[in-house]
T-cell receptor, first 114, second 114 residues
Framework: DGGITQSPKYLFRKEGQNVTLSCEQNLNHDAMYWYRQDPGQGLRLIYYSQIVNDFQKGDIAEGYSVSREKKESFPLTVTSAQKNPTAFYLC?????????????FGPGTRLTVL | GENVEQHPSTLSVQEGDSAVIKCTYSDSASNYFPWYKQELGKRPQLIIDIRSNVGEKKDQRIAVTLNKTAKHFSLHITETQPEDSAVYFCAASILRTGANNLFFGTGTRLTVIP
């Protein structure tokens, strides 16, 4: 463990509120990812970033936004436009290039909409 | 895009027996196939991976086989132990200079009965 941290571990949100999930890594990894995990659906990619100041939409980007102002940080904002945000959110990172196959995951944030 | 299917969704075995989980993929360009283990409430962790230039890889009680022609790969766990109980995810990716996004299966919940 260690290397990638996510906060908070648990997050409760009222409908209509935006919330931001933190992801920080000290592994000097270039690429970072956000996944959403729902029961029985595996991990689905929300956004990813290969370098600072650049990011791309994944399969389920609607209702989410990200930024990548620093190499170590890749925060995810869940906006009020996300209709069903209750889920377990995982951040991951990996090094660049062909040698950087393995993605390392953070401990996750469980978001619940009240 | 890539589509990864995983079976079975649940699997129960007696301690000491073997467990096999199977995945298929759709994109013949995929060349990297990792397996992740996720214990309840924890982050996914890589347990074994295989690249398309080999057909089988072993690590103690765990092995992965790959059939590129049929586009399927399998995880084999021998002499199962209660601590093997977890959700297992397969994934596929095209390793290259770039995003190397992982496409995940929907997971298999393995229960090892003591």
């Amino acid at each position: 463990d260690g290397g990638i941290t996510q906060s908070p571990k648990y997050l409760f949100r009222k409908e209509g509120q935006n919330v931001t999930l933190s992801c920080e890594q000290n592994l000097n990894h270039d690429a970072m990812y956000w996944y959403r995990q729902d029961p029985g659906q595996g991990l689905r990619l929300i956004y990813y970033s290969q370098i600072v100041n650049d990011f791309q939409k994944g399969d389920i980007a609607e209702g989410y936004s990200v930024s990548r102002e620093k190499k170590e940080s890749f925060p995810l904002t869940v906006t009020s436009a996300q209709k069903n945000p209750t889920a377990f959110y995982l951040c991951a990172s990996r090094t660049a290039g062909l040698a950087g196959a393995e993605q390392f995951f953070g401990p996750g944030t469980r978001l619940t909409v009240l | 895009g890539e589509n990864v299917e995983q079976h079975p969704s649940t699997l129960s075995v007696q301690e000491g027996d073997s467990a096999v989980i199977k995945c298929t993929y759709s994109d013949s360009a995929s060349n990297y196939f990792p397996w992740y283990k996720q214990e309840l409430g924890k982050r996914p962790q890589l347990i074994i991976d295989i690249r398309s230039n080999v057909g089988e890889k072993k690590d103690q009680r765990i092995a992965v086989t790959l059939n590129k022609t049929a586009k399927h790969f399998s995880l084999h766990i021998t002499e199962t132990q209660p601590e093997d109980s977890a959700v297992y995810f397969c994934a596929a990716s095209i390793l290259r200079t770039g995003a190397n996004n992982l496409f995940f299966g929907t997971g298999t919940r393995l229960t090892v009965i003591p």
